[in-house]
């Protein structure tokens, strides 16, 4: 899931033998580069290097073509509001027989309370649905190590409290 406000590379394969008109409902896209590959085994090999796009595919677009046997990368800016938003074909075709797939743009995760509970400082905030949060500390501002309190914590779209033990000393 895409966080609001965030930036994403995403690539699509194009395994047909048919050039693809990919859009992203609201959200503009650059191209990165384009590479050739072919399927071995089941099993996409790319065949040369990653190539940057020519003039005329420069600037930010909301529609990519896909070509066939090509992995294109793009760069795309999460901005705007989260929800639900269609990405798909624009073949007539393809749409028409609803051959569509759903990004969701979810809202990041926002610190609501930090205190101090006797010897513990207490970190309360709501987390982004599937999303791996990972939460640090130092005790100097400006300097210092940071300490990993908890890593790979899985977001549930609600309300998480991380303590950290003996830390309001």
């Not at 699509?12 to 896209?29: D, E, K, Q, T, Y």
């Not at 901005?79 to 990041?108: A, K, L, N, T, W």
Request: proline share 7%; aromatic share 8%.
């Amino acid at each position: 899931f895409p966080v609001l406000g965030t930036t994403e590379v995403w690539s699509f394969i194009n395994r047909s033998g048919v050039a693809h008109p990919m859009h992203l409902h609201l959200v503009l896209m650059q191209i990165l580069d384009r590479q050739p590959f072919i399927v071995t085994n089941d099993t996409i090999v790319t065949t040369g290097p990653r190539v940057a796009p020519p003039a005329n595919e420069a600037g930010w677009k909301d529609t990519v073509r896909a070509n066939p046997s090509e992995i294109i990368r793009v760069i795309a800016r999460f901005d705007g509001f989260p929800g639900r938003y269609p990405y798909h074909c624009h073949i007539i075709e393809h749409e028409d027989h609803e051959m569509m797939r759903q990004f969701e743009v979810v809202s990041p995760p926002h610190s609501t309370s930090i205190r101090v509970n006797g010897m513990n400082v207490v970190l309360q905030f709501n987390s982004a649905t599937n999303l791996l949060h990972t939460v640090d500390r130092r005790d100097d501002f400006a300097a210092g190590s940071w300490t990993t309190l908890t890593n790979n914590l899985v977001g549930t779209g609600g309300p998480m409290t991380v303590t950290n033990a003996g830390a309001g000393r």
